[in-house]
């Protein structure tokens, strides 16, 4: 399957991914245990040039924990621009755009997740199990 991408939502996951990934050495002490979604971000980051295809369910698993990742980083930018200058500020404005871009991009992939999981039970007959995210494989 192919989840189409513009060039705004690419930017958008770009920048919150980069972000996402400086916070993690950022700070007098580094975390042992990376957040949710920061291992799967760093992944996601050399893939963002264009559309991505997305060959399995959990494939579509870990991206979609990568965006989700990236859109909370991107949240707490935000916000943290709303707060410091003017909801209608130039940078308050920028953030929230790169935020919604990536939110839409986050609601695709959950639809798409959900197709994905219809079409495993719908050929199989059984809810997909861990074994089949990872073997059952979509057309693009």
Known sequence: MILYCNFEELGALKKGAEALLAEAGSGPMPVAAPPEGREEAASLLPRLTGDLTIETLAEQRRVHAAVAAIVGQLRESMDEAVVATHPGGEVAVASYFLYAHALSVLS?????????????????????????????????
Request: aromatic fraction near 6%; avoid cysteine; proline fraction near 6%.
């Open 108 to 140: 695709r992939l959950e639809e798409m997740g959900q197709e994905m999981e219809a079409l495993i039970e719908v050929v199989t007959g059984n809810r997909p199990t861990r074994a089949m995210a990872e073997t059952f494989h979509f057309p693009s």
